[in-house]
């Protein structure tokens, strides 16, 4: 790949929630650990096993589950806490289940090699257990980028909080063109996500806690 393709499609991923969450580089969250064993599932279905960009992390958030996976759930208050996130809406009503879909918005500035354009990332939920687990599917769509990615995710009670793990995988002509960038940045992304779902739930524990004194 030239500098120049490779540049271009670096800027593209950067700005893709469904690619890394968030714009640029950032620290994993405490108590985050990376690729920890076994692939996760949920309801006994778990990523694409013949994705080549694949990435797991996990953290402990010290909050109520219940608020944990509110925040989580509610997808269309997504761009309140993620900056990445522009629009977020539901395609369906009720309770967030199986068989939810939401599509959700992010910018892509103009690159070397492509103009600017909005990526639109449509997600249908194809397993849910509520409290425990969610993955869903979908592809992140662009002018001149398609990835599609399949996302795991998985709430544990513990002592002192819930232990949240996530799994990614994508696949894609630009992803598998440079297999070791596309999981870097993936990993950045899973790191960002969990970092802002962690810092916003614990601050809402916090407020909870105190307004019921």
Partial sequence: MSSIRSTGIRAALLTAPLVIGVLGAVAAP???VANPGTSLTCRGAGVDPGARVRHRTETLIHAPLRTVWKLQTDVERWPSWQAPVKTAERLDRGPFRKGSVFRWTTPVPATPVTPATTLRITSTVEQLKRDSCIRWTGP???????????????????????????????????VDANVPLATRLLAQGLDAWLRDLKTTTEARARAERRGHR
């Fill in 140 to 174: 992140a769509i662009g002018d001149g980028l398609r990835v599609d990615g399949v996302h795991v995710w998985t709430f544990t009670e513990v002592k002192g909080g819930v232990r949240v793990r996530t799994e990614e995988t994508h696949t894609g002509e630009q």
């Fill in 30 to 32: 405490a108590g985050a």
